[in-house]
């Protein structure tokens, strides 16, 4: 199963199930080179939830992120609501 570093299950993504996904799914975070230039390529930016879980090393951010939820997933307005990453802070 495809999950991204956001930890959204590709599986269940519209795009991807549509064939649609520019980028045949996201991945995480310590494998993510590949899809982050092909976002580059594609779409001219990359998500900024895989870029920095890229960075970081950190393969999911739920799970081995220590910040998360952090500013970018508050900035970013996706995958999660305000109130779910407000859950997720206690």
């Known amino acids: 199963m495809l999950v991204g570093a956001c930890g959204i ?3 269940t993504c ?15 975070g310590t494998n993510a080179a590949e899809k982050l230039e092909k976002q580059r390529k594609t779409l001219g930016f990359t998500c900024p939830i895989l870029e920095c879980a890229f960075k970081n090393g950190v393969s999911y951010c739920m799970r081995d992120c220590k910040n998360f939820p952090c500013k ?3 900035e970013s307005d996706f ?3 305000k109130k779910f990453l407000d859950i997720m802070r206690m």
């Open 9 to 11: 299950a590709c599986e």
């Open 79 to 81: 995958p999660y609501s």
């Open 72 to 74: 970018i997933y508050y």
């Open 14 to 28: 519209k795009k991807l199930l549509n064939k649609t996904c520019i980028i045949d799914g996201c991945s995480q």
